[in-house]
């Protein structure tokens, strides 16, 4: 069975900068896009920050964090990452990466819903 595996939080300062890795395990990675949310708190459902489509690599940012987070991969590790700088209080949240396995396409990359194998997240707080 396939796992994603998320790792490089941590806590830093107001304009810090951090590396999120996404590495896969268990199997081929197979998915058409990769993509990293955030939960800022409980019982909220994960805000969407980034895609990358695995072949072409056609990136997606949500509107708070363009210019600031850049994601890219390697296909060859079958690892994602999500460069973050400029790091802000209200970017402080568990950071999720997820994969559309097996899919061909997506209808709204945005959408938790496209995504069906996700990672246990790791925590990102930002300090004033």
């Known amino acids: 069975q396939v796992q994603l595996e998320e790792s490089g939080g941590g806590s830093v300062q107001t304009g810090g900068s951090l590396t999120l890795s996404c590495t896969t395990s268990g199997g081929a990675f197979n998915s058409y896009a990769m993509a990293w949310f955030r939960r800022a708190a409980e019982g909220t459902v994960p805000a969407f920050v980034a895609?990358?489509?695995?072949?072409?690599?056609?990136?997606y940012y949500s509107e708070s964090v363009k210019g600031r987070f850049d994601i890219t991969k390697d296909n060859a590790r079958n690892t994602g990452y999500l460069h973050m700088s400029g790091l802000k209080p209200e970017d402080t949240a568990v950071y999720y990466c997820a994969a559309s396995r097996g899919m061909t396409y997506l209808r709204d990359y945005r959408s938790t819903a496209e995504y069906n194998t996700w990672g246990q997240g790791t925590m990102v707080s930002v300090s004033a």
């Open positions: 895609a990358i489509l695995w072949g072409g690599g056609t990136t």
